[in-house]
């Protein structure tokens, strides 16, 4: 499956290639500063083999549409690349994680301050892009996004370790805190390419179902992926406390000694070596993962319903494509 997840990538980046070298020269060009630690932490992250699918995703909705103009979409796609480069600086302080895609998080180098003052950097510097380009759809756009997803951050540590949290209200995180940024990013090749107000939504349907889909099966790798494939220790959710829903769903399906199994490992956060692999088995013995997949699939079905009506090509079968991919991976 992992050969097949990098050929699908490698597709998905062929009809965009010249588009995402222009975005990785941008992305290059608006780190630099004259404070040095800023880039070396941003390039730390940007350069730690992320697959860009968020501006690939501006890119190849561009192109679906035709637009021909200046480098417009690849400033576009690197404002996106950078939004989302500062929420993980975010995130991984506020998680206290050490390993990002198999290497170590900015905070574990240069420690907690620099990751979230360069986060706050990347943010800035995206709206100075923006601005420059002058066109104020594309800053709705954008702006609302960043408001979405703080709200978002704010979401997810209130229901963390709260077993309280159902399937909707956990879903309610994930389309502020992840899908926002798919949704939006889809949203801003249709704008820039000066589609409808109707294919704009359809495209940004399509990137909220995407990304919801594709941080439900994040969620679900958690417990059932290989570390080294995985890019980060797999059970680091489980030992943070996080609420997600293969354990929504192994929760309502436990009886009251399962239950309690659960609130003291993730309310109290009282865990011992043997919890993980316990939690793992209530997981699988009540189906829990079979579950998320499903719940995953019929986000797919969703996503690919949007793209329905717009005429065949290569890129919008390449979107289809992404779809199928954000649920068949290993990583």
């Not at 932490?41 to 501006?55: A, E, I, Q, T």
């Not at 579950?291 to 329905?308: E, G, H, P």
Request: hydrophobic share 40%.
């Amino acid at each position: 499956m992992a050969q097949q997840t990098n050929e699908a990538l490698a597709r998905l980046r062929s009809l965009v290639e010249q588009d995402l070298q222009r975005t990785n020269e941008v992305i290059l060009e608006q780190l630099n500063s004259p404070v040095e630690l800023i880039t070396q932490v941003g390039d730390h992250l940007l350069n730690s083999g992320g697959k860009r699918l968020r501006p690939i995703l501006t890119l190849v909705t561009a192109k679906l549409f035709g637009y021909q103009k200046a480098d417009v979409h690849a400033l576009l796609a690197a404002v996106v690349e950078f939004i989302h480069t500062a929420t993980l600086l975010h995130d991984d302080v506020v998680d206290k994680s050490n390993t990002r895609r198999g290497q170590a998080t900015a905070n574990s180098v240069w420690g907690n301050k620099a990751p979230i003052l360069v986060g706050d950097f990347l943010f800035s510097r995206s709206f100075q892009i923006m601005v420059e380009h002058g066109d104020l759809r594309v800053l709705r756009i954008v702006s609302d996004c960043c408001a979405i997803i703080s709200e978002g951050e704010v979401m997810q540590l209130v229901a963390s370790n709260d077993l309280a949290t159902d399937e909707e209200r956990y879903l309610d995180v994930i389309r502020h805190k992840t899908a926002s940024l798919f949704a939006s990013a889809s949203q801003l090749g249709a704008v820039v390419a000066d589609q409808s107000d109707e294919i704009a939504q359809r495209m940004y349907d399509y990137g909220m179902m995407l990304g919801t889909a594709y941080q439900v099966v994040d969620d679900l790798l958690d417990y059932s992926a290989e570390t080294e494939k995985l890019g980060k220790n797999v059970g680091d959710d489980f030992q943070e406390g996080k609420i997600t829903l293969p354990v929504i769903h192994a929760f309502r399906s436990g009886d009251a000694e399962e239950q309690a199994f659960w609130r003291r490992c993730l309310e109290d956060e009282e865990q011992d070596e043997s919890s993980f692999d316990h939690a793992r088995a209530l997981i699988a013995k009540h189906g829990s993962l079979d579950y998320t997949m499903s719940q995953a699939r019929a986000l797919i079905v969703k996503a690919k319903a949007a793209l329905a009506p717009l005429p065949e090509s290569a890129e919008r079968q390449a979107l289809m494509d992404l779809a199928d991919l954000s649920v068949d991976r290993e990583y």
